[in-house]
């Protein structure tokens, strides 16, 4: 499964490693997913999200049942 938050969106994003030589080679800077459970009380089970940690902070800001409802909107089956 690729590194992407369900809630932020967060993706990895591309860039150069530059060695000391200053050769150029591909590198990926990849978003720091975790995988969090959450007790959803309107549906009375836990829900398994693959968050950053931006997303994290967010579900804490705005509650379990808004960031749901969010990755719901976003098209993701939770």
Known sequence: MSAHCMLTGARPGFGNRISHS???????????????RYWLPSEGRHVRLRLSTKGIRTVDAIGVE???ARVRARGVRV
């Open 66 to 68: 808004a960031a749901v």
């Open 22 to 36: 200053h050769r150029r080679t591909s590198r990926r800077f990849d978003p720091n997913i975790q995988t969090k």
